[in-house]
């Protein structure tokens, strides 16, 4: 749509009423979120409305008024709903194209602001219980954020953050064994090499803890056809290495992971 009509964003942001509209969509999903009662004709007018407001997440003049005026925030109801019919992931899905639109620029700005607002747990949530494509974007979403020292140092800050998105992580990586998908494990991968870059007791943490996956060979030997995928993979391997030595010569780091949460001995 924005290759089509590249002005598009700014002309639905400055159109009279239309950020209205949109909020309006948005909030009429509400009462139908608890009890769950959403109906697929409604879910498919909201994401329509939804792909809109994407449009103009996407556009690098619309994106910071769109953030300025909290608009996201008014997707978090629609990304805690846990059910998991069609219609409710969907709109989950819709609205965390929103999000990952946002994130595709890279900026400290969007970074700090879906900070700021927890938007990593409910990203979390979705990477737990959403279809591939769900799972996909939420973990894009992670990725793209851990991607950047603010996001980094943010969910290795504390050891709940830290175990939470390690948690997740593990277990969308062991779901895959059932039903795998390339897409979504090249951006699990980036997010274990971040992990494991974190100078505290983080990426200690990490590397005492390594699913199984990456000491299987034929695992790593199936990761070396994608050239970007294997750096990271690459990466990860490397700092874990780092990660043990520091480990023997008893140099845990300052910082980040509380102290008293000392990686496993294995």
């Known amino acids: 749509m924005t290759d089509l009509f590249h002005d598009l964003a700014p002309?639905?942001?400055?159109?009279?009423?239309?950020?209205?509209?949109?909020?309006?969509?948005?909030?009429?999903?509400?009462?139908?979120?608890?009890?769950?009662?959403?109906?697929?004709?409604?879910?498919?007018?909201?994401?329509?409305?939804?792909?809109?407001?994407?449009?103009?997440?996407?556009?690098?003049?619309?994106?910071?008024?769109?953030?300025?005026?909290?608009?996201?925030?008014?997707?978090?109801?629609?990304?805690?709903t846990t059910n998991m019919s069609a219609p409710y992931e969907f709109l989950r899905l819709a609205s965390l194209g929103v999000i990952g639109a946002l994130v595709k620029a890279n900026t400290k700005e969007v970074f700090t602001f879906l900070l700021s607002s927890e938007i990593i747990p409910l990203c979390l949530l979705n990477m737990e219980i959403g279809r591939e494509t769900t799972k996909t974007i939420a973990t894009f979403i992670v990725e793209k954020i851990m991607s950047d020292e603010v996001g980094l140092d943010y969910v290795c800050a504390t050891a709940e953050r830290y175990f939470a998105v390690g948690r997740v992580l593990d277990?969308?990586?062991?779901?895959?064994?059932?039903?795998?998908?390339?897409?979504?494990l090249k951006i699990i991968i980036p997010c274990y090499a971040r992990l494991s870059s974190n100078p505290s007791r983080a990426g200690l943490a990490l590397t005492s803890n390594l699913p199984d996956n990456f000491g299987d060979v034929t695992f790593i030997d199936g990761l070396r056809e994608d050239p970007t995928t294997w750096n990271w993979v690459k990466q990860l391997l490397d700092n874990a290495r780092a990660n043990q030595a520091r480990s023997v010569i008893g140099r845990g780091g300052g910082g980040g992971i509380d102290d008293n949460v000392a990686p496993s001995s294995e």
Not at 17 to 44: C, K, R, W
Not at 171 to 184: A, F, N, T
């Open 11 to 80: 002309l639905l942001w400055n159109a009279f009423g239309i950020a209205a509209v949109f909020l309006q969509e948005i909030i009429s999903t509400y009462p139908a979120l608890s009890p769950p009662t959403l109906t697929p004709a409604h879910s498919i007018r909201v994401c329509n409305a939804l792909a809109l407001l994407q449009c103009v997440a996407c556009h690098p003049d619309t994106r910071m008024l769109l953030i300025k005026a909290y608009i996201p925030l008014y997707l978090y109801p629609i990304l805690r």
């Open 171 to 184: 277990i969308v990586l062991e779901s895959l064994e059932k039903q795998p998908s390339p897409r979504l």
